[in-house]
């Protein structure tokens, strides 16, 4: 199910989200609803709070719009992780929309997480994933990237 996108400034967006006690199958449809939901958007990242949840889940999905569908669907996801080069890059959020903003990020990051089943993951990522899992993560603390841009200044 298409869930409608939270928009800046909604207040909710600032709020943390809280770790989900176990993986359940009311969670595995929140996951499924939230991938349909971003990719209706045209989004490559979605956080729960995003939708109006506030809970610790993200799916993500870099390569979708080049053909290459490839969705990772993280549960508690937690930056263990990060590399002390960083990278600046322009990103897009589904709940600014139209505001590109250049944020400067760890090009490279560890991330553990529970997948769909529950089971305990890890994952490294660099580049474009590196980046829209910390902005994903950002969206779980209640930080958008205003807040990042707001951090360089």
């Known amino acids: 199910m298409i869930h409608p996108i939270v928009i800046h400034p909604d207040p909710v967006l600032h709020d943390i989200s ?13 996951l499924d609803d939230m991938l349909e939901t971003m990719y209706d958007a045209q989004g490559r990242g979605l956080a729960a709070v995003q939708i109006g949840v506030l809970q ?5 999905d870099i390569d979708w ?8 669907l993280l549960v508690n996801p937690e930056i263990v ?3 002390d080069t960083m990278t600046k890059r322009e990103e ?12 400067n990020r760890p090009d490279r990051v560890r991330v553990r997480y529970l997948d769909r089943m529950g089971a305990p993951q890890e994952i490294d990522a660099d580049g474009m994933l590196a980046m829209v899992l910390q902005h994903e993560v950002d969206h779980l603390n209640g930080l958008l990237i205003l807040d990042r841009l707001e951090e360089q200044k």
């Open 18 to 30: 809280t770790p989900v006690p176990q993986v359940t199958e009311a969670t595995r449809t929140l």
């Open 56 to 60: 610790r889940v993200v799916v993500v």
């Open 65 to 72: 719009k080049d053909g290459a569908s490839n969705p990772l």
């Open 81 to 83: 992780w990060s590399s």
């Open 92 to 103: 897009l959020c589904l709940s600014i929309p139209n505001v590109p903003t250049e944020v």
